[in-house]
């Protein structure tokens, strides 16, 4: 049963309607990857999922219950991480000082090897503005460790980052979901992604289309003709 | 290729015990939380009463006594200009993911102010 559910959503942004009629499930022990061209509406899915934003309809279960307008603090409290694509980190603290924010929080794996998992121990005591895109990322990956949430959303996790910490990274995340965190994941880095995926969502034209694991996704023809195209190294996948 | 399931463990070992999550709804900021923003709630309300007082000074009121209205007004200041704080520095996702509502934000941001000016009040009230 899947722990987080945004049931049949839909969304318009000042008239232009970005979601028909999408969906999204979130599974314990289930690495999620949801694909899709920029515009597709799958950073505005996963924020309605998040509870960050609000959907014109559609409803949000979490665990097993029902919530009409699912909000962001109340769902971190019952254990959702959502990593936006941006800006997880305040401006104002230390990357270190905001990692045990969590830590004293949540009480997850500690700050020290959480920044060690992700290779960015030198970094905690920086502010995350002087962090360059790809230590950002990695610094927030290090907040999913030290967070331990039952389930996360992530939005772009792999942006900025090079392809071999991408990997890294991704086994890392697949640990994760092996040890019974229900994962979802947004990004274009398709080879990483469908390295690591269980189970692929492909998002277009407002709706969403449960493709199943990455093996039988990667042969669906819209999907290779809409989104992968026929770049040489997506030919192996 | 599409890779199998992996599920062994990468040389990164990581406990995998599953962190706290609350049963209930709400989750209330814990003390690191609550003396930062409040160390930075205690600060804008400093900023704000000494700028009303610097104001009834030169329009030759008394800097000290207020009545309770323009007090609350003072705290809601407070709040307002913390979350406007939080917005500027991009905290929401940071709180949202800690689990602090935006009303407990703004009780962050309330409480030192209306410590504030309980203690103005009292040493109004002792001076005369």
Known sequence: MPLLVADCVSKSFRGRRVLTSSSLRAVEGELRVVLGRNGSGKSTLLKIAAGWIQPDAGIVHYDGQALLEARLPQLAARGLFYLPDHDLFSTAYPVRVQLELFERQF???????????VGVSALGQKMPSALSGGELR????AAIMVRRPRCLLADEPFRGIAPKDAEEIGQLLRTLSCS???IVLTGHEVPTLAGVADHITWC????TYELGPPSAAMQHEGLRRDYLGQAPYLRAL | MVATRR???TAHTVDLRVARASTSHLMLPNTLITTRFAARGAQLWIGARLLTGAVLKLAGGDPLHLDVSSALLI?????ALGLADVHRRHERALLDNLGVSPLARSALFAVPALIGESAVACVASIIG
């Open chain 1, 107 to 117: 009480g997850g794996t500690s700050v020290d090897d959480a920044l060690e998992c």
């Open chain 1, 138 to 141: 990695r610094a927030e990956i």
């Open chain 1, 180 to 182: 019974g965190m229900a």
């Open chain 1, 204 to 207: 277009t034209a407002g709706t």
């Open chain 2, 7 to 9: 599920c062994e463990l």
């Open chain 2, 75 to 79: 705290v809601a200041v407070c709040i």
